[in-house]
């Protein structure tokens, strides 16, 4: 089976902090995706990456920052938190021709103070 | 814009009480419409993909069926280990298209 795993269940910061949240797939997907869920707005895109050092703006990129070095490793990156960004984070990958089939990580749940 | 919505937002069942989830959808082109179930505190887990009016999938108690305008997700006997939240998303065609997903149905199969 697909293993998508995101390094932390639950992450408290401050605002105003670096936040980096890790996405590691062991099943050499191509494509990788970086979510936000929110009650009552559903799933939102962030960033999603084609391949190796490519990425591409989603729905809601302000804010954010992506790194992808490692094909099995994508990286968000929250450059200055802020409490808008408190949410839970998932991170999905693929291996077909970009959006079919997504297999999602347990997500982040992250808090900003 | 591409829209989904989904109905109703919660569902309580008996066991044994088949129901329907509704997906109704407004895009420029389909290119195929998903849907998924999320447990709590888990990310969501792909179910099927359907790509054409008429087309239906399986899958033990569920079945997805699709129209030109909607998606239903007809449960069948449920069981309380089928309460979770179902989600829908399309796809519409054209190059690196995004899903657009609906907020979510959350159903409850009382035993």
């Known amino acids: ?113 | 814009e591409d829209q989904v919505t989904q109905s109703p937002e919660a569902l309580r069942l008996q066991e044994g009480e088949s129901s329907s989830l509704n997906c109704s959808y407004t895009v420029s082109g389909l290119r195929g419409l998903f849907w998924y179930r999320q447990d709590p505190g888990k990310g969501p887990e792909f179910l099927f993909t359907l790509y054409s009016a008429g087309e239906e999938k399986e899958k033990e108690r569920l079945k997805a069926t699709l129209t030109k305008k909607e998606s239903f997700l007809h449960i069948t006997a449920p069981k309380p280990e089928d309460s979770a939240t179902y989600l829908c998303a399309v796809q519409a065609l054209g190059a690196n298209s995004k899903l657009t997903f609906g907020k979510g149905i959350t159903l409850s199969v009382r035993p």
Not at chain 1, 42 to 71: A, C, N, W
Not at chain 1, 83 to 107: D, H, I, R, V
């Open chain 1, 1 to 113: 089976d697909v293993k998508v795993t995101q390094s932390s269940r639950y992450l408290v910061k401050r605002t105003g902090e670096k936040v980096f949240l890790e996405c590691v797939q062991d099943m050499d997907h191509e494509n990788m995706f970086w979510y936000r869920q929110d009650p009552g707005l559903g799933l939102r895109l962030i960033y999603f990456s084609y391949d190796v050092k490519m990425k591409e703006k989603g729905d809601i990129p302000e804010g954010y920052s992506v790194s992808r070095e490692k094909k099995e490793r994508f990286s968000l990156i929250l450059e200055s938190a802020s409490t808008n960004q408190t949410s839970m984070y998932l991170c999905a990958s693929s291996s077909t021709g970009g959006f079919e089939k997504l297999f999602f990580g347990s997500g982040t749940q992250l808090s900003v103070l």
